[in-house]
């Protein structure tokens, strides 16, 4: 036996894997394709990732992991590791062929704060540097780690060992192990190596994606038609450029993400009737077909230009049939992705890294007999490798129907509005719920393991005519910590410390321990 565990794919998941792999005392080998440092797509963190990076280094004592649970701490630690600001998720609706300006009553536009302030933000990921950052943190924690490594296979031991096969630089390459991670996305090793099946999400749009880094994208916040539709006196909860920002039309939306150094990540994700008409295969040119359509996103990219080429992804979505057998599991990366909207990649990923660590701390991940579920209505914690499958699947089935639910409000988008509220909700509350009452948080991602919130997100859809606003807060309000789905916040959402506390019971905590939950955050 070579290692105890391969982990194939040094992204951030397959490296923060390989941390707390050793730091649970087993041999691990991180294999990557490539060679860092190298450019890669998924770059906007959230709440719950932040959360969840905090919560991992501490579990397992990975001290110089944690500073990259927010903006200040990480400025502080690595300031040379290249991160941007990222305050909330901002939403701009724009009208085919239309300039955009600020409507009155701002239902043109949804802003949600995610953080009070810069020291606790969240933040823009520039992969290249943070995945060799992070590659480099599992080799001092001890890991081997080989690149530029082509593997071909897995074949099992007559004891049910994964042996990986392979070459690396025109080397064979032959490794045993006693248990195998796939963290090298979807479509990835052991899909393939496995034959694993995709099977599309049920009543999901097809989707496709185009994207590049900039340098010279404008900001919103300095262009006039963003300018308006606060009251005398009011100011937006933060500056709408230092978020997640989203330009929304029939059909997609793109994202810009803005990073320290000078650089825009920005790309589109379309369904297949706009991808089509745009010939979004051809890239740039399409690119350009887009903001031909969209007169004040394309002055906001007036003096922008590519650092690099553009990538086309002609199909967005991916889901793996199975995500975990004997001695064997993908990354919930590996196993599905849906869409960057909301930014779900990170936290999903992270969820599964976390549920993946308490199988190798308890053993149960080289355990022989899979153990089954025997319900329809599996456990979201992860037992076994079997419900860790499970559990994988189902949370990215949730996602998918929420995401469809999107791109369906996106024609009216008060109704997107209104719908984004379950994962707002969700979100806040999970990552208040991990401080303060872990059991809460339980449900598992956007609560897909919370039967009553999933079925009211399922049956409620902004394609349906009427009310849609009174019946998402109705069916959110047992989680709303966040003083959400308020209208006469016309569509801001600041982050407010006084909303979480009066949201204590939902937390079924008293109001004095969130409080000092807040406090000692700073707030
Ligand atoms: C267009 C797009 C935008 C996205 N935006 C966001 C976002 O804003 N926020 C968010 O949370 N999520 C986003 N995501 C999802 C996000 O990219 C993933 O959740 C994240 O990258 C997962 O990280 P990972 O380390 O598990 O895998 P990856 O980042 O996919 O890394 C996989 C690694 O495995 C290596 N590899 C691949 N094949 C092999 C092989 N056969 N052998 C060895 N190594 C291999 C690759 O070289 C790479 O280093 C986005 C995804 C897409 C497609």
Not at 290 to 299: C, E, G, N, W
Request: net charge negative; charged share 20%.
């Amino acid at each position: 036996m070579d290692v105890d565990l391969a982990i194939v794919g040094a992204g951030f998941g397959g490296s923060i894997l390989a941390m707390i792999a050793r730091r649970l005392g087993l041999r691990v080998a991180l294999l990557e394709r490539g060679r860092h440092p190298r450019f890669a797509i998924g770059e906007s963190s959230s709440p719950l990732a932040g959360i969840l990076i905090e919560q991992l280094a501490d579990r397992y004592g990975l001290p110089r992991l944690k500073p990259l649970a927010a903006f200040g701490a990480w400025q502080r630690a690595y300031p040379d590791v290249v991160c941007g600001l990222k305050r909330g998720f901002t939403y701009f609706k724009h009208e085919d062929g239309r300039p955009f300006s600020v409507a009155a009553d701002r239902s043109n536009q949804l802003l949600v704060a995610a953080s009070p302030n810069d020291e606790l933000s969240d933040t823009h990921w520039l992969r290249a540097d943070v995945d060799a950052f992070l590659m480099q943190e599992a080799v001092a924690a001890g890991a081997e780690y080989a690149d530029e490594v082509e593997l071909d296979a897995v074949e099992w031991t007559a004891g049910g060992c994964p042996v990986l096969t392979g070459r690396r630089q025109g080397v064979p390459f032959r490794l045993e192990a006693r248990g195998v991670v796939d963290a090298t996305g979807p479509r990835g090793f052991l899909s393939r190596a496995l034959g694993i099946e995709s099977r599309p999400f049920n009543g999901y749009p097809g989707t496709q994606a185009l994207f590049s880094h900039f340098t010279g994208v404008a900001r919103c916040d300095e262009m006039p038609e963003y300018a308006g539709a606060g009251l005398p006196g009011d100011a937006p909860p933060y500056p709408v450029d230092d978020a997640a920002l989203h330009h929304v039309f029939d059909g997609g939306w793109m994202w810009v993400l803005r990073f320290g150094n000078g650089v825009t990540s920005a790309g589109v994700a379309v369904m297949d009737a706009l991808a089509q008409e745009l010939r979004l295969a051809e890239g740039e040119p399409a690119w350009h077909r887009l903001l031909d359509r969209l007169p004040t996103v394309r002055a906001q990219f007036a003096d922008a230009r590519p650092t690099r080429q553009f990538d086309w992804t002609p199909r967005l979505s991916y889901r793996a049939a199975a995500a975990a057998g004997p001695r064997w599991a993908l990354l919930p990366s590996a196993a599905a992705f849906v869409d960057p909207l909301f930014s779900t990649g990170f936290p999903l990923t992270l969820l599964g890294i976390e549920r993946l660590a308490s199988l190798l701390e308890s053993g149960a991940f080289f355990d022989d007999v899979v153990r089954s579920c025997g319900s329809s209505d599996p456990p979201l914690g992860a037992q076994s490798l079997d419900a860790y499958g499970v559990t994988t699947l189902a949370e990215a089935d949730h996602t998918a129907r929420f995401v469809a639910g999107c791109y369906a409000g996106f024609p009216r988008f008060d109704d997107f509005v209104q719908y984004s509220m379950f994962y707002f909700a969700a979100a806040s509350y999970a990552e208040m719920a991990r401080r303060v009452a872990p059991e809460h948080a339980a449900a598992g991602f956007l609560r897909a393991g919370d039967p009553v919130f999933a079925s009211a997100m399922r049956s409620l859809s902004p394609s349906d005519s009427g009310a849609l606003a009174d019946r998402v807060r109705e069916a959110v309000d047992s989680v709303n910590i966040a003083g959400l789905c308020d209208s006469r916040k016309r569509n801001w959402y600041a982050a407010d410390g006084a909303d979480t506390i009066a949201g204590a019971p939902k937390l079924g905590v008293a109001p004095a321990r969130v409080a000092g939950v807040l406090a000692s955050l700073g707030l």
